[in-house]
């Protein structure tokens, strides 16, 4: 059986952070880098951490305006902590098919460094969700084997590809 971590970077996303957990919680690790959020996502968080025993919370306080980050240098950083056999990365806005977990976990996966995910973008509130294009399907690598030499690359809306 597959291990997996569900990872988000997150900056002032305490509208979606409990549909996403509710989401990834099934995960075997979960680790979140929040980039110095001021709506109360911090604390919330925090609780979670009580609820997932295997959850990191890494708090970072980014210097740049919210969503113009340097994603690739964010989320590299965070290569390092994953302790699973493969990672899933979503935003905190998006969210998987709940079949997805036994798919990743049950599957033999050996001839594969990653696949493309589709996922469901919420839209303002967390119950309503944007299906259209370049929304839905939105092609990028989502879930990929750890410790392959796969990292981020790209400043915005940074892509899984670089073998390192």
């Not at 979140?32 to 708090?59: C, E, F, K």
């Not at 902590?81 to 905190?92: E, G, P, S």
């Not at 981020?152 to 940074?158: E, K, L, N, P, S």
Request: glycine content about 4%; hydrophobic content about 40%.
């Amino acid at each position: 059986m597959n291990s997996i971590c569900a990872f988000t970077c997150v900056r002032d996303g305490i509208d979606f952070i409990d549909a996403w957990f509710e989401n990834v919680k099934q995960a075997d690790q979960i680790v979140v880098q929040d980039g110095g959020s001021t709506d109360g996502t911090i604390a919330w968080l925090l609780r979670l951490t009580t609820q997932h025993p295997n959850m990191t919370l890494i708090l970072q306080n980014e210097s740049n305006e919210k969503y113009k980050w340097n994603e690739q240098e964010v989320r590299n950083q965070c290569l390092s902590l994953f302790k699973t056999d493969w990672i899933l990365l979503t935003d905190v806005d998006e969210l998987i098919d709940d079949h997805f977990w036994t798919w990743a976990k049950e599957t033999d996966h050996k001839e594969n460094l990653g696949y493309f995910i589709p996922h469901r973008n919420l839209w303002l509130q967390r119950d309503q969700f944007n299906m259209n294009d370049p929304w839905y399907p939105d092609l990028t690598m989502r879930f990929f084997k750890n410790n392959s030499g796969l990292s981020w690359v790209g400043d915005r809306h940074a892509s899984v590809w670089q073998l390192t």
